[in-house]
Antibody
Framework: QVQLQESGPGLVKPSQTLSLTCTVS??????????WTWIRQPAGKGLEWIGH???????TYNPSLKGRISISGDTSKNQFSLTLDSVTAADTAVYYCASQWLADGLSTWGPGTVVIVSS | DIVLTQSPDSLAVSLGQRAAIKCKSS????????????LAWFQHKPGQAPKLLIYRASARESGVPDRFSGSGSGTEFTLTINNLQAEDVAVYYCQQYYSPPHSFGQGTKVELK
């Protein structure tokens, strides 16, 4: 049973870089046929798909994040990571990592981590 | 980008009754290679991670009660909750994973009447 856990700073200053890590347990980041995904939810709003990597390949990102984003995988640590540059208050949200096997939907989620962008 | 529009935004249902939530896509999410619709439904309760209920439009995730069912194809989909229970009070989202960005609908809040 794969489990996911997000980690990272809960407070980031405006214009700085947000970095989060998702640790995979009970399974392996590679090999496989998984989409390793990041999603966020600002307070009082809906879910927003941020992006994913397929296995540990290159990332696919939401164009709304305008080139500020990168997702990568580290098979040696069984982790995948999110970096978001030049953050503003609009990036304040609960950030979730999740996994999806091929076309079977995002079946496994981390509990989520709150990130606040504030000086 | 594909836009998903859910209706209604909220609904109040009595215990034991049926709730139906619609999700309309701005373009087809039917994959021609395998005739599968790349649409999922999630249940989201406060303070918890979203929970996958339905994938490929109508396949129920393991462990999900059979009162939850998904239907539809192409651009129009429905999540039906039969015999609504108190624990079904939540926000429900549809999501397409046919084409990135894998967008979500705006959510539908289900409450008890």
């Amino acid at each position: 049973q794969v489990q996911l856990q997000e980690s990272g700073p809960g407070l980031v200053k405006p214009s700085q870089t947000l970095s989060l890590t998702c640790t995979v347990s009970g399974g392996s980041l590679s090999p496989g046929s998984y989409f390793w995904t990041w999603i966020r939810q600002p307070a009082g709003k809906g879910l927003e798909w941020i992006g994913h990597i397929f296995n540990t390949g290159s990332g696919t990102y939401n164009p709304s994040l305008k080139g500020r984003i990168s997702i990568s995988g580290d098979t040696s640590k069984n982790q995948f990571s999110l970096t978001l540059d030049s953050v503003t208050a609009a990036d304040t949200a609960v950030y979730y990592c999740a996994s999806q096997w091929l076309a079977d939907g995002l079946s496994t989620w981390g509990p989520g981590t709150v990130v606040i962008v504030s000086s | 980008d594909i836009v998903l529009t859910q209706s209604p935004d909220s609904l109040a249902v009595s215990l034991g009754q049926r709730a139906a939530i619609k999700c309309k896509s701005s373009q087809t999410i039917l994959h021609s290679s395998n005739n599968k619709n790349y649409l999922a439904w999630f249940q989201h309760k406060p303070g918890q991670a979203p929970k996958l209920l339905i994938y490929r439009a109508s396949a129920r995730e393991s462990g999900v009660p059979d009162r939850f069912s998904g239907s539809g194809s192409g651009t129009e989909f429905t999540l039906t909750i039969n015999n609504l229970q108190a624990e079904d009070v939540a926000v429900y989202y549809c999501q397409q994973y046919y084409s990135p960005p894998h967008s979500f609908g705006q959510g539908t809040k289900v409450e008890l009447k």
